[in-house]
């Protein structure tokens, strides 16, 4: 089943403006703050990390799905510690918590907006035999995100020497989601 391309460069610009709208929604009565610092890395952040994700449909069949989903883990880390930093001082407030919560929803950003690209790729690549049959790649993808998330937030609370580093965390995340099948004895 072929993929619709979509230009990578529209889907940033698309993934900037809700998060934009986001923000206004969000938006203190003072200019400045937390809140705004945090909507302003977001929008610099996301689409990057939006992009990173959809790019594995280029990725099918090629390589090993484990060298495909390396760069792609090395990233959530790298994005996760960059947002959670900014994220923390923004909903000290709980009025904030429940606005972005709703602006979220609004601008259809939420957690599937991360992992449907990876499960989409999952998928096409269990399809093609690559991936276990009984892997389901709509939970894989939430674990690798979870794990990305997990190492980034170990980092920032306890440091970047309380663990591996964030490659062999990232290789570590990828390894254990054991996707791939075990090669049968001749």
Known sequence: MATPHVDPHQRSQDTRRRVLGMAV???????????DYFLALLQDRLPLWMSILHDLTHRIGKASVSDNLLPVARAGIDYYLDVQSAALPAFTSPNVTVRFRQAVRDAELGPRTETAPLAAYLAAEQRLGRVRPDVDPEASARLL??????????EM????DAGPSRDASAREIVRELRLEPVPQPA
């Open 25 to 35: 929604s969000l938006r203190e009565d003072r200019a400045g703050g937390s809140v």
């Open 145 to 154: 995100v979870a794990g990305c998330f997990h190492r980034a937030y170990v």
């Open 157 to 160: 609370f306890v440091g970047s």
